[in-house]
């Protein structure tokens, strides 16, 4: 029996979300692709994230954020679910705040690992 699911997340950006999943060294396609829903079904993803049991993890646009789709009875990633979506968090976070700096004239300087897996970052601007 499938365990077809929709997760809402706060992730906006396509290119930022494409940056983390990278970052977390996933290998993803994008052009609306289409992951299996149960026996008979498909469901349309803008992200696709492939698996080997061939049960794919998927990406959709829906009411101004994008939405995380997969089948959790076929989970085959190296992090659990709510450990996934807790690194895809931080690094959309972390590559949002890198954009905004840079926008803001800020220099990333340092990129600190905290032992407890948060990130420092210290950014600087000149004033001329």
Known sequence: ?????????????????????????????????????????????????KQDNLSHIGFTWNDNRYHLVADLQLWEQPWSLEVFLDKLSQKYAYYSIIEETKKQGFEKMQQ???KDGSIKLIVQRWNY
């Open 1 to 49: 029996m499938s365990h077809f699911t929709k997760i809402q997340t706060t992730i906006q950006d396509l290119n930022l979300l494409k940056h983390a999943l990278t970052d977390l060294g996933l290998i993803w396609q994008m052009n609306s692709s289409h992951i299996k829903v149960g026996e008979n079904n498909q469901h349309k993803v803008d992200i696709l994230i």
């Open 112 to 114: 600190i690992s905290q």
